[in-house]
Structure formats: C-alpha cells, structure tokens
C-alpha cells in the first residue's frame, strides 16, 4: 500500500471518529431520564465541579414531574465530609454575570439530611433557572461553615439545566 493512499484512510477514519464523537442522540449526554413510577419521571445532570479553593463537589440538577406537572425542580451539592460542613437553614446565593444575587431556598432547613449521608445542600431552582438563560456562567456562594466558598457554573453546564427546566414531556 502507497504511503499516500495509507494516510488518506488514517484521516478518513480519524474524522470518522470525530464526527461520531461530536453527535449525541439527545443533545445533552449528561441527562439522566428515569421513571420513578406511574406517570412520575426524574430527570438530572451530574457533573464535578471544583470551587475557589479547590475542593470538588459533585452538582445534580433534578426536575420531578409527575403527571405532566413539576413536582421538584432542585440542585443538590455534595461536598465530602471533613472538607466542608452545610449551614443549614441558610439559602443558597446566586450572583449572576451582571453582579445581581438571587436566593435559592434551603430544602433542608427543616429536617438536614443525616451525618452519615455526607455533606449534602440542596435547593430549590424554580425561581432560578428562568433568570439564568442569559447567563454566560453563574456563581454560587455556598452556605458552609468557617470558610467562603464559591462555586463557578459554566455555560456548558446551565445549558444542560435549562434543557431539564424547560423539557416538559
């Protein structure tokens, strides 16, 4: 085989590769879809984002819906356990690019989650979600003990979020 007719089908498979790596079925790879039960589907994005201190969280952004209607639309954070504590009840903050902050409320300022679960917050995203669809990223001051925390959201990651707050199948 010529060395010619040789690296024309390394780059034909080579784009081959990247083309179908590049197409997803669904657009956002990293939605979760799951029925729960009768009529009632979860859906979710999971990523791993570090904050300004370099601790890693685990991000789940969940929409409930149950019987066509929204039943919970949250983010939960996860942090691990003798890195950071939650301050619970206290809402989480959210500065957009435009310095505007919006409060989510804490879901778990009245029953916190035990402290064998880890290091779990979790908010309610109804209110803000509609006002990140403009937003090129979104910082979160996160409610933990002893320390200021914030979390970058990328634009990558809130158009997955917006994708879960607007599907209304």
Do not use: C
Not at 12 to 20: D, E, F, P, Q
Not at 83 to 99: A, G, R, S
């Amino acid at each position: 085989m010529k060395k010619s007719n040789f690296t024309k089908i390394i780059i034909v498979l080579l784009l081959a590769l990247i083309v179908n790596f590049s197409i997803s079925d669904e657009g956002f790879a990293n939605i979760i879809k799951q029925t729960e039960g009768q009529e009632q589907v979860l859906y979710q994005a999971r990523h791993r984002l570090v904050d300004n201190q370099g601790n890693s969280w685990q991000t789940i952004l969940f929409k409930r819906v149950k019987e066509g209607k929204i039943i919970d639309l949250n983010l939960r954070l996860v942090g691990f356990p003798d890195v950071v504590k939650f301050n619970h009840p206290q809402d989480l903050i959210v500065t957009t690019l435009n310095d505007e902050d919006m409060k989510a409320r804490d879901e778990f300022a009245e029953k916190p989650p035990a402290e064998n679960v880890g290091q779990v917050g979790q908010y309610d995203f109804k209110n803000i979600l509609p006002v990140s669809i403009e937003q090129k990223y979104l910082t979160l001051l996160l409610p933990v003990q002893e320390k200021s925390l914030t979390l970058k959201i990328p634009y990558p990651v809130l158009l997955e979020w917006q994708e879960i707050a607007t599907n209304n199948s």
